[in-house]
């Protein structure tokens, strides 16, 4: 009937056992049951007894031992011992009083099945059985028989067997249990259409047989219905024991019950589901591998995604790059000192500053430390207008009287002549003027970057004449040179060079 919790397997299908698919309907309340096979030599023949989620404390004698279930939650006991012992009714008998069949020494784990009628026991003890008893083996068969007539007079010597059982082997006498069992619980009989039985018609004569066969090793150790017929199981999975008590037969069996329920068990163990099969756990690892690729390729496609588009900032510092995470195992993270450092460039280099397009040029704030200016031993006077005075330099001078309409200007480049008239003899100074109002002199090696000047380019000779240039934007380069001047007592060699650079600059150089 498939009594146990884990599903039985008749085609290539798993189902739920009997007892676990009544758990599940709510039709009993655990995964227990007590069951005897009945008795048919027994009064007028005691039918079998089987509960389902308690059990019928009418049909056997109880105690308190109980055994622990095996690992795959089958009951498993220890067989001790099993004896038999005569006391006949008439006549004389062999005098048994506990004669071992199987000793204490060959105690031995055996299974409690009733789907086999069987004792499948060890070679040495079905040799006793065979030898006390006058058994038969039929090779045939593979079932001890008996030999004509012997059946009368076993069953007048009145033999009871008892088996001896504990939770494990050789345990102490205060936890075993024993069973008793009649010579009538032996005394059996096949018939057609047994297939042990050959050739063998309805109109065949019966066979008596005891139920008894030689067991290949341990595993086979069995106690089958034979032994059920005068014990009762009491079997409970949720908490993983099981009893075996001495049956009790009455008249009555059938309508004198007293069903005693097993309640169910929080700690009740895995009634052994369907195991997944071989395509179930295949599609899952697929479905996972695919779901992994997924997950594995949107992170790096969102890592990669662009970047939105940030408002200009006014900060000097650059955008950091932005690093993989990748990164971070194969290369490790520099500092925050590391990133925060700044690489300065050489003592002798000059930036190049730039105004941006698009924005409005603005002057340049005032100094408050007076200008620098050109190396020289002698100064322009605007009040003489000679040299030798201590003033303004000469180009600074010659700026003033441009705006006051003093000097005039040879567009044809040619040397230009001074207010009164008179030329202007000597080398030319050649700069490039920025768009100030009022400029100032270029300081020596030092930078000062200023906006284009819409009068540039520009020459200017040492005594105060003008030279402009019609092409806009060029760059000029300016020299100092010696210049005389019929009131400044000879020629006075000017120290020095000075020129523009391309990135609207004054640097200075011989």
Known sequence: MGLGPKP?????????????????????????????????????????????????????????????????????????????????????????????????????LMTIDSSTPYLWLPESACLKFEKALGLVYDNRMQVYVYPNGST???????????????????????????????????????????????????????????????????????????????????????????????????????????????????????????????????????????????????????????????????????????????????????????????????GDHLPRVEAPDGVQRMELEGQSNPPVELQGDEVYSGATGKRGGVGVSAYEEANRKIHRGELHEDTAGHPTKRADGTAVVGGVQEHYYPEARYPVSPPLGGYHPV????YSPTTISDDGQIHRSNSRNSRFREEMVPNSDSGGGGAQQEQGQARLSPTYGWTQGR
């Open 451 to 454: 906006p284009q000047s819409p």
């Open 152 to 346: 009368n007079t076993l069953q007048g010597w009145n033999l009871t067997f008892t088996f001896t059982l504990a939770d494990l082997p050789q345990s102490t006498q205060a936890k075993q249990v024993n069973i008793t069992l009649p010579f009538d619980a032996f005394n059996l009989q096949l018939s057609y259409p047994s297939p042990l039985l050959v050739n063998a018609t309805n109109q065949s004569p019966m066979v008596n047989y005891f139920p008894l066969r030689k067991a290949a090793n341990s595993t086979q150790y069995t106690l089958g219905r034979v032994f059920l017929q005068e014990a009762y199981l009491k079997l409970d999975y949720e908490r993983n024991n099981f009893s075996v008590y001495q049956a009790v037969f009455a008249p009555d069996a059938l309508n004198n019950v007293n069903i005693v329920s097993i309640p169910s068990n929080s700690t009740q163990p895995s009634t052994g589901g369907k195991p997944l099969s071989t395509g179930a756990i295949a599609g899952i690892a697929v479905g996972g591998a695919i779901l992994l690729i997924v997950v594995v390729v949107g992170f790096f496609l969102w890592r990669r995604r662009p970047s939105r588009a940030a408002p200009a900032s006014t900060d000097s510092k650059e955008k950091k790059p932005r690093r993989s995470w990748l990164a971070g195992f194969v290369f490790p993270k520099k500092s925050h000192e590391e990133d925060e450092a700044k690489v300065e460039l050489e």
């Open 8 to 108: 039985t397997n008749f085609t290539s299908e798993d189902k739920p056992s009997l007892l676990s698919s009544s758990v599940t309907a709510s039709k009993i309340p655990s995964l227990s049951y007590g069951f005897t096979a009945g008795a048919s030599y027994r009064l007028k023949s005691v039918p079998a007894s089987l509960t389902l989620g308690g059990y019928d404390s009418k049909r056997f004698i109880p105690h308190n031992i109980s055994f622990l279930l095996d690992p795959d939650q089958k009951p498993r006991a220890a067989v001790n011992k099993i004896s038999v012992s005569s006391s006949p009714l008439s006549g004389s008998g062999p005098g048994w009083e506990n004669y071992e069949l199987l000793s204490i020494a060959e105690s031995a």
